[in-house]
T-cell receptor, first 116, second 112 residues
Framework: GAGVSQSPSNKVTEKGKDVELRCDPISGHTALYWYRQSLGQGLEFLIYFQGNSAPDKSGLPSDRFSAERTGGSVSTLTIQRTQQEDSAVYLC??????????????FGPGTRLTVL | EDQVTQSPEALRLQEGESSSLNCSYTVSGLRGLFWYRQDPGKGPEFLFTLYSAGEEKEKERLKATLTKKESFLHITAPKPEDSATYLCAVTQGSSNTGKLIFGQGTTLQVKP
């Protein structure tokens, strides 16, 4: 079956521009996560969606970052007025049921964002 | 503060030379410990989940073990195709999101 897909795979933008990153989770997975992987920083949590519940935005680094999940499936991460420190790989993951049961998170291939 | 520390940062082995990777964690109530493998330019690939001290899981040349303070990923007779970055992550018991807290990873290179 299809795994988590993300698009674009690579994005180069100029400082100050807005970007949108897309994630298509595994069909039927209700939980969706965004993480960021920066050079030398490891993976850090950004935001979490579970069904129709309010998202957990506690990991978003600034108010320039936002995300939405439409229809409980596809998610879009938007970064406004990009800065060079936003350059990183943005990874999306999904899992099948309630996260309290430590369900395995399956990751997409990531979007590599470069801000010039 | 919840923290995951992996060692060593990098490891070079000859093909067939067994070794272990370490993952030490400090978390307020461990719910689960996860091992992932990440190849360059790709997303993390799930390997194992461990839930309680004493638990062990195996897959081909890999064996993961868990104690109350750390986890080990044992690699027996590695092959060049085992070369990758191995990531350890934990979920916290009190978290209602199940977000993963990652270590920095161990980059393994296996030479033929």
């Amino acid at each position: 079956g299809a795994g988590v897909s993300q698009s674009p795979s690579n994005k180069v933008t100029e400082k100050g521009k807005d970007v949108e990153l897309r994630c298509d989770p595994i069909s039927g997975h209700t939980a969706l996560y965004w993480y960021r992987q920066s050079l030398g920083q490891g993976l850090e949590f950004l935001i979490y969606f579970q069904g129709n519940s309010a998202p957990d935005k506690s990991g978003l680094p600034s108010d320039r970052f936002s995300a939405e999940r439409t229809g409980g499936s596809v998610s879009t991460l938007t970064i406004q007025r990009t800065q060079q420190e936003d350059s990183a790989v943005y990874l999306c993951a999904s899992s099948s049921i309630q996260p309290l049961s430590t369900d395995t998170q399956y990751f997409g291939p990531g979007t590599r964002l470069t801000v010039l | 503060e919840d923290q995951v520390t992996q060692s060593p940062e990098a490891l070079r082995l000859q093909e067939g030379e067994s070794s272990s990777l370490n993952c030490s964690y400090t978390v307020s109530g461990l719910r689960g410990l996860f091992w992932y493998r990440q190849d360059p330019g790709k997303g993390p690939e799930f390997l194992f989940t461990l839930y309680s001290a004493g638990e062990e899981k195996e897959k081909e040349r890999l064996k993961a073990t868990l104690t109350k303070k750390e986890s080990f990923l044992h690699i027996t007779a590695p092959k060049p195709e085992d070369s990758a970055t191995y990531l350890c992550a934990v979920t916290q018991g009190s978290s209602n999101t199940g977000k993963l807290i990652f270590g920095q990873g161990t980059t393994l290179q296996v030479k033929p």
